[in-house]
């Protein structure tokens, strides 16, 4: 029983601590590729009518727009951008694509784009072609120099009907932002050549701003409205991935509520064990009073017991939770070479690999959990040899 207590304690506080740090992994990684390649804050404006009598939310002062923002404290960057949806085209192979017009220098500071840790070709020829995601590239085939067509159905008019507009771009870069919805949408062209294929020019959509603390974002806001104008509108990545953050929240103390109660059942064998044990020991107790041992003294070595087994399995457990997130990437590779590969889904969980982050706090959580329910659950026992009359425990000796 002492073992079989043991060894379910160890597993309980495991899976706790492996289950904790896989979960602050995920988010991690999740948020980190949310603001490395995408603006904290977009700047865009309220519909207006424009001269021509047709309503916009066009830019046309985005330049001073952007330098008012830029100006604002804990602002890093501010950059004009141009928007647009269109299909790529490459030997008969199509992708629709969500093409992004922004500056080299504006692109070379997005970490995950600029930075990356797996990308092909120079970033530094921008300005003579475009931008892709690992994802698009995989899609259509498409490597460094291919020139790929980009095709969207608003073009230009004619006598009969708008006609698509079909330009032809060579692929200088390649980039792998980390998330699969981004890798397999996201296209980047020179803001000016995404002016004149939008038929945008001296516009643009909106403005990407990068700020110091992205956490604090909130704090920015008042702000960012006054440097933008009286018809500024702003979207924070908090709002743009909010519900799946809070989601991610609910999810956390759920399962959180749930392993716990794995640990308590775990340590309720600690009860059992020494029930048991106070059972058989029932003729030794008594001898013990008998010779002057108190009750408290009684109390004291079952609590010992059952502590000194909590204690035990804490350990072995903790050391087998931060071992596993340690070594979450080569247990993962085993356990995806034993079922075949495809264990992995990135286009269902969006990220690339199985994550894990091993924060001291959820460690010194899961360690105060289990051993407050270890010391805990000793009490019933020990107090019950304690409070054993030894009158009753000699009876039949």
Known sequence: MTWISLIGIALAVFALIATLAVRSGFRAEFVDTILGANAHVTVYSSAYESETGQWTRALTDYDSMSSRVADVDGVVRAAPLVKGQVMASLQGRNAGVEVFGIKLEDLKTIPRVADSEERYGDIEAFRNGVAIGSGVAHEIGASVGDRIRLISPD?????????????????????????????????????????????????????????????????????????????????????????????????????????????????????????????????????????????????????????????????????????????????????????????????????????????????????????????????FPARRAARMNPVEALRYE
């Open 155 to 379: 073009g230009v008019k004619t006598a009969f009907g708008i006609s698509p507009r079909v330009n032809a771009y060579e692929v200088v870069y390649i980039f792998t932002a980390g998330r699969y919805d981004i890798d397999r949408t996201r296209l980047y062209m020179p803001f000016a050549e995404a002016q004149s294929y939008f038929n945008k020019e001296g516009r643009a959509d909106e403005i990407e701003v990068i700020v110091a603390e992205p956490e604090e974002v909130d704090s920015y806001l008042p702000d960012i409205f006054h440097a933008g104008g009286e018809r500024a509108l702003v979207w924070t990545w908090r709002d743009r991935s909010g519900a799946f953050l809070r989601a991610l929240d609910v999810e956390d103390n759920v399962m959180f509520v749930i392993l716990s109660i794995l640990v308590l059942i775990a340590t309720m064998n600690i009860v059992s064990g020494l029930i048991m044990l106070v059972k058989n020991k029932g003729r030794d107790i008594g001898i013990l009073r008998t010779v002057g041992l108190t009750e408290g003294s009684i109390l004291r070595i079952f609590l010992i017991c059952g502590a000194s087994i909590g204690v035990a399995g804490t350990v072995a457990g903790t050391i087998l939770g931060c071992l596993f997130a340690v070594y979450i990437d080569p247990i993962f590779s085993f356990v995806n070479y034993l079922m075949g590969g495809g264990v992995w889904d990135p286009s269902i969980r969006g990220i690339y690999h199985l994550p894990a982050r091993l924060l001291p706090g959820d460690v010194i959580s899961a360690v105060g959990l289990s051993l407050g329910l270890s010391f805990v659950v000793t009490v």
